[in-house]
């Protein structure tokens, strides 16, 4: 989670009114007022750094050290808590580090309320890894934190030219480019001659590299629902636009082409 100008105006303005509210028990003279006014930022401080200011420290401090993998959400759950109208979910995450099993772990973090559906159960989330406690994660929002050649475990390693998180981990970057051209090639050829019909998304998994900007090339596994013929599961790969990311999601209806002669080849209409 990112500070954002609404926080830090609240921040300022919660800090003035603290120093003022000191100085009014101060001035009473009351040592009873003086305890209790600790004891009460005591406690909202402490609330302050487990919800907002620690996190947001780890974040930081992950975005130049931590190790960048996916990790697929298992449960999301919100927890009642909200941040500049933003809520708090807790999320259990299998979690795939570079190298090594699989594992799970629980955490709490603060997302944007437009873009809750990312995190809905069986997607596919960009994380950052403590190299020193595993248990220790963060959301890699823009999926281009962790440090060039951090690998949990230590055999594996990685530099800035190549893939750094999901299934193309490790690959070179000029060889990943060349591989989304050819398949790009691929699904114009299918878009051209294709039958179109709806789709279910069952699974989407970022392939940890971005085009044009911020557009993820992902790959998704759909349930394609043609209108005459009985459906069938398909794997595609594309470049979706950043702004339509939340109607790729798990469950999300889309729309795709494929060669009825061929179920493998299938494309993603539009996005």
Same mark, same amino acid.
């Given at each position: 989670?990112?500070?954002?100008?609404?926080?830090?105006?609240?921040?300022?303005?919660?800090?003035?009114?603290?120093?003022?509210?000191?100085?009014?028990?101060?001035?009473?003279?009351?040592?009873?007022?003086?305890?209790?006014?600790?004891?009460?930022?005591?406690?909202?401080?402490?609330?302050?750094?487990?919800?907002?200011?620690?996190?947001?420290?780890?974040?930081?401090?992950?975005?130049?050290?931590?190790?960048?993998?996916?990790?697929?959400?298992?449960?999301?759950?919100?927890?009642?808590?909200?941040?500049?109208?933003?809520?708090?979910?807790?999320?259990?995450?299998?979690?795939?580090?570079?190298?090594?099993?699989?594992?799970?772990?629980?955490?709490?973090?603060?997302?944007?309320?437009?873009?809750?559906?990312?995190?809905?159960?069986?997607?596919?989330?960009?994380? #950052?890894? !403590?190299?020193?406690? &595993?248990? +220790?994660? $963060?959301?890699? /929002?823009?999926?281009?934190?962790? @440090?060039?050649?951090?690998?949990?475990?230590?055999?594996?390693?990685?530099?800035?030219?190549?893939?750094?998180?999901?299934?193309?981990?490790?690959?070179?970057?000029?060889?990943?480019?060349?591989? #989304?051209? !050819?398949?790009?090639? &691929?699904? +114009?050829? $299918?878009?051209? /001659?294709?039958?179109?019909?709806? @789709?279910?998304?069952?699974?989407?998994?970022?392939?940890?590299?971005?085009?044009?900007?911020?557009?993820?090339?992902?790959?998704?596994?759909?349930?394609?629902?043609?209108?005459?013929?009985?459906?069938?599961?398909?794997?595609?790969?594309?470049?979706?636009?950043?702004?339509?990311?939340?109607?790729?999601?798990?469950?999300?209806?889309?729309?795709?082409?494929?060669?009825?002669?061929?179920?493998?080849?299938?494309?993603?209409?539009?996005?």
């Amino acid at each position: 989670m990112k500070m954002n100008w609404g926080m830090i105006i609240g921040l300022i303005g919660g800090g003035i009114g603290l120093i003022v509210g000191f100085a009014a028990v101060i001035s009473t003279g009351s040592w009873f007022a003086l305890i209790i006014m600790i004891a009460v930022v005591g406690f909202t401080g402490s609330i302050f750094w487990k919800v907002l200011f620690g996190p947001m420290f780890l974040s930081r401090r992950l975005e130049k050290s931590g190790i960048a993998t996916n990790a697929k959400v298992v449960e999301m759950s919100d927890t009642g808590v909200t941040l500049n109208n933003q809520p708090q979910v807790k999320l259990l995450l299998e979690v795939t580090p570079p190298n090594g099993s699989a594992y799970m772990v629980e955490t709490k973090q603060v997302i944007s309320r437009l873009q809750t559906s990312m995190y809905m159960p069986g997607n596919m989330i960009p994380v #950052l890894i !403590d190299p020193n406690d &595993k248990d +220790k994660i $963060v959301i890699n /929002y823009d999926g281009t934190g962790g @440090a060039a050649g951090q690998s949990y475990g230590g055999s594996q390693q990685y530099s800035a030219n190549t893939v750094p998180t999901g299934p193309w981990a490790g690959m070179n970057q000029a060889e990943a480019e060349k591989k #989304l051209v !050819d398949i790009d090639a &691929k699904n +114009k050829e $299918v878009f051209a /001659y294709g039958r179109s019909c709806k @789709a279910i998304v069952t699974k989407y998994t970022w392939l940890g590299i971005y085009v044009n900007g911020n557009n993820p090339a992902v790959e998704f596994e759909v349930q394609v629902l043609p209108a005459d013929t009985p459906a069938f599961p398909a794997k595609v790969i594309g470049v979706i636009q950043e702004t339509a990311i939340p109607k790729y999601q798990v469950g999300e209806e889309i729309y795709v082409k494929y060669d009825p002669n061929n179920l493998s080849k299938i494309t993603i209409e539009h996005s």
